[in-house]
């Protein structure tokens, strides 16, 4: 720090450091004001928050508990095949309506005094809303039409499901910018998507790293030996790190090559020519995508990452629980075609990612490192100087031009 | 065989296996199963759903051999122990030579600088063959109710 009289924990003015993007103050990674400011400007603001997959809610009735930010939702299919979402919190007094991961139902019902809600999250029924024997109940004007469930607006694209406290919102493909939608939707690509199972994970860092790490191609070799051990990554790869117009997006890809360059991976301090996996099917990839790479992943503001690791694919639910801490709710998928020798392909590469994952636990473990290192030291910031003042796409990976983008966006939304 | 002795060598087997873990001596815990032997930790959730994604999802020798060589050698977590505590085993029936049976198990880790927390409250759901007279896992389900995973699950259960 520049200044001579040193600050106090906590007590900082939220102005970030004059030397701009090339660095981040930890301030924004530790502060409780600071969530509850992005709450409001970024996941109630003006952006598009996953909420699930339209394969978790096939029919009228089916409903999936979500999360728009910290603030929980439920996800609900109607008679007529709508989606709608609204908050999990009863218009009466605040009791969380459901308390299930997914299901069915005709209708929702608080369990506490049985307010009754519609499959749209209308308010259809009310206990003695007249009172019993002229007394009581609700006042004369009480109109069910105003104390429904807070509802959002909803968008669906290739059978992915957001929603927005804004009304005003762009589609999809605008929201995306068209070369992180070429991406999403090398994804999903029109089949029709097959869950196969969830993964649920508390990482004990700050929401934002998490996307942070995936804008860091820089990490990729380093942090994760196995992608080198075995041969998965090799310097001179072709790779790309995209980055939508606004900053806020991103999609990190590499193409699995079949030579390994020796001279610049022997660079990679990982690197062993006497590892062999025994089993290699794990590191298969079965072409099956319309797209250069086998590997994309998408860091979709703000909530939102896509992974298509080789065969792998899944969703990944940022939800923040605190500034130190975030939930992560993973959605494994396949294709509704796949035969069982894919769907087992795809199970088998899963030991790839996941919180025990040969390269999740890692990202896992490096961000608790990194929340850990801001908590327990004198408060500072983080140099974000690698590849200089570069913004926005690049074809290298050597290079934190990605993240310096998402600050860009993030500092004029939070007016930091 | 009655099913009490059978029972008493599954704890018996069980309790080698937690010890070879808990002590670390990861490159042991291969040997407790059979050569196409089937390792997941699933949870609970997905097992009651039918949905198959695990955790870990192990088919044969040479991905459970992979996956300790890759825990070994390239694997980046911090320190930790791990203590397993198995009970309620209970053999549920044998049939052409395969012993099915199913366990509780509570799995402790302690990191160096926090208090020692239950990373999972699970139940194995077991089929053992025996192979020289020596009981093997020829699958070993590990159906975990701790939906949500603290930071990451490192070590096999």
Same mark, same amino acid.
């Given at each position: 720090?520049?200044?001579?009289?040193?600050?106090?924990?906590?007590?900082?003015?939220?102005?970030?450091?004059?030397?701009?993007?090339?660095?981040?103050?930890?301030?924004?990674?530790?502060?409780?004001?600071?969530?509850?400011?992005?709450?409001?400007?970024?996941?109630?603001?003006?952006?598009?928050?996953?909420?699930?997959?339209?394969?978790?809610?096939?029919?009228?009735?089916?409903?999936?508990?979500?999360?728009?930010?910290?603030? #929980?939702?439920?996800?609900?299919?109607?008679?007529?095949?709508?989606?709608?979402?609204?908050?999990?919190?009863?218009?009466?007094?605040?009791?969380?309506?459901?308390?299930?991961?997914?299901?069915?139902?005709?209708?929702?019902?608080?369990?506490?005094?049985?307010?009754?809600? #519609?499959?749209?999250?209308?308010?259809?029924?009310?206990?003695?809303?007249?009172?019993?024997?002229?007394?009581?109940?609700?006042?004369?004007?009480?109109?069910?039409?105003?104390?429904?469930?807070?509802?959002?607006?909803?968008?669906?694209?290739?059978?992915?499901?957001?929603?927005?406290?804004?009304?005003?919102?762009?589609?999809?493909?605008?929201?995306?910018?068209?070369?992180?939608?070429?991406?999403?939707?090398?994804?999903?690509?029109?089949?029709?998507?097959?869950?196969?199972?969830?993964?649920?994970?508390?990482?004990?860092?700050?929401?934002?790293?998490?996307?942070?790490?995936?804008?860091?191609?820089?990490?990729?070799?380093?942090?994760?030996?196995?992608?080198?051990?075995?041969?998965?990554?090799?310097?001179?790869?072709?790779?790309?790190?995209?980055?939508?117009? !606004?900053?806020?997006?991103?999609?990190?890809?590499?193409?699995?090559?079949?030579?390994?360059?020796?001279?610049?991976?022997?660079?990679?301090?990982?690197?062993?020519?006497?590892?062999?996996?025994?089993?290699?099917?794990?590191?298969?990839?079965?072409?099956?995508?319309?797209?250069?790479?086998?590997?994309?992943?998408?860091?979709?503001?703000?909530?939102?990452?896509?992974?298509?690791?080789?065969?792998?694919?899944?969703?990944?639910?940022?939800?923040?629980?605190?500034?130190?801490?975030?939930?992560?709710?993973?959605?494994?998928?396949?294709?509704? *075609?796949?035969?069982?020798?894919?769907?087992?392909?795809?199970?088998?590469?899963?030991?790839?990612?996941?919180?025990?994952?040969?390269? #999740?636990?890692?990202?896992?473990?490096?961000?608790?490192?990194?929340?850990?290192?801001?908590?327990?030291?004198?408060?500072?910031?983080?140099?974000?100087?690698?590849?200089?003042?570069?913004?926005? !796409?690049?074809?290298?990976?050597?290079?934190?031009?990605?993240?310096?983008?998402?600050?860009?966006?993030?500092?004029?939304?939070?007016?930091? | 065989?009655?099913?009490?002795?059978?029972? *008493?060598?599954?704890?018996?087997?069980?309790?080698?296996?937690?010890?070879?873990?808990?002590?670390?001596?990861?490159?042991?815990?291969?040997?407790?199963?059979?050569?196409?032997?089937?390792?997941?930790?699933?949870?609970?959730?997905?097992?009651?759903?039918?949905?198959?994604?695990?955790?870990?999802?192990?088919?044969?020798?040479?991905?459970?051999?992979?996956?300790?060589?890759?825990?070994?050698?390239?694997?980046?977590?911090?320190?930790?122990?791990?203590?397993?505590?198995?009970?309620?085993?209970?053999?549920?029936?044998?049939?052409?030579?395969?012993?099915?049976?199913?366990?509780?198990?509570?799995?402790?880790?302690?990191?160096?600088?926090?208090?020692?927390?239950?990373?999972?409250?699970?139940?194995?759901?077991?089929?053992?063959?025996?192979?020289? #007279?020596?009981?093997?896992?020829?699958?070993?389900?590990?159906?975990?109710?701790?939906?949500?995973?603290?930071?990451?699950?490192?070590?096999?259960?």
């Amino acid at each position: 720090m520049d200044d001579a009289a040193p600050r106090l924990r906590n007590d900082t003015d939220f102005r970030w450091p004059e030397q701009g993007l090339q660095v981040i103050p930890d301030w924004i990674y530790t502060s409780e004001e600071i969530l509850n400011r992005e709450r409001e400007r970024i996941f109630k603001g003006h952006v598009w928050n996953f909420v699930g997959l339209e394969a978790e809610i096939p029919k009228a009735g089916d409903f999936k508990r979500s999360h728009i930010g910290d603030i #929980g939702v439920i996800v609900s299919r109607a008679e007529d095949g709508s989606i709608h979402v609204f908050e999990n919190r009863c218009a009466h007094r605040g009791a969380e309506i459901c308390r299930r991961h997914n299901g069915s139902n005709a209708e929702f019902v608080c369990p506490y005094h049985q307010w009754t809600y #519609g499959l749209d999250g209308s308010l259809k029924a009310v206990p003695f809303r007249r009172g019993v024997g002229k007394k009581g109940g609700m006042p004369g004007d009480f109109k069910m039409e105003e104390h429904g469930l807070t509802r959002l607006s909803v968008t669906t694209h290739r059978g992915v499901i957001f929603a927005s406290y804004a009304s005003d919102m762009e589609s999809i493909p605008e929201y995306l910018g068209a070369e992180v939608l070429k991406d999403f939707e090398a994804t999903f690509d029109g089949r029709k998507l097959k869950i196969l199972g969830y993964y649920r994970n508390l990482i004990p860092g700050n929401w934002k790293m998490y996307h942070e790490n995936l804008k860091d191609p820089y990490h990729a070799t380093l942090l994760h030996s196995y992608l080198v051990v075995f041969n998965l990554m090799v310097a001179g790869q072709k790779s790309t790190m995209t980055v939508d117009p !606004t900053g806020r997006h991103g999609s990190m890809g590499s193409a699995k090559g079949d030579q390994v360059d020796e001279t610049d991976t022997s660079q990679m301090r990982a690197y062993r020519s006497d590892m062999r996996l025994r089993d290699p099917r794990i590191v298969d990839f079965v072409k099956e995508f319309d797209s250069p790479w086998s590997v994309t992943m998408l860091t979709i503001w703000p909530n939102m990452i896509v992974q298509r690791e080789l065969n792998t694919l899944g969703t990944r639910q940022i939800v923040p629980r605190g500034p130190n801490e975030f939930e992560l709710n993973w959605t494994m998928f396949g294709y509704e *075609g796949d035969d069982e020798a894919m769907t087992r392909h795809r199970l088998r590469q899963g030991n790839l990612m996941g919180p025990s994952g040969f390269l #999740g636990l890692e990202d896992n473990e490096a961000i608790k490192f990194v929340q850990d290192g801001l908590r327990h030291s004198t408060p500072e910031h983080g140099t974000l100087a690698l590849g200089g003042t570069e913004e926005g !796409t690049t074809q290298h990976l050597i290079t934190e031009a990605a993240i310096r983008s998402m600050y860009r966006h993030y500092r004029g939304v939070m007016e930091l | 065989m009655g099913t009490t002795e059978l029972r *008493g060598e599954i704890e018996d087997f069980n309790y080698a296996y937690a010890d070879a873990l808990d002590c670390g001596r990861l490159t042991e815990w291969p040997t407790y199963f059979t050569e196409d032997g089937f390792y997941c930790i699933r949870s609970r959730e997905n097992a009651d759903a039918g949905l198959p994604v695990g955790l870990v999802y192990c088919e044969g020798m040479a991905m459970l051999l992979d996956r300790i060589d890759a825990l070994i050698h390239t694997a980046m977590f911090e320190p930790r122990y791990y203590r397993h505590m198995i009970s309620n085993t209970r053999v549920l029936g044998v049939e052409g030579g395969v012993i099915r049976s199913e366990s509780n198990y509570m799995l402790l880790e302690t990191l160096i600088d926090q208090n020692t927390k239950i990373l999972q409250a699970g139940k194995y759901v077991d089929e053992f063959v025996k192979v020289d #007279g020596k009981l093997k896992l020829k699958s070993r389900d590990c159906i975990y109710d701790s939906l949500i995973v603290q930071t990451a699950l490192i070590y096999p259960v």
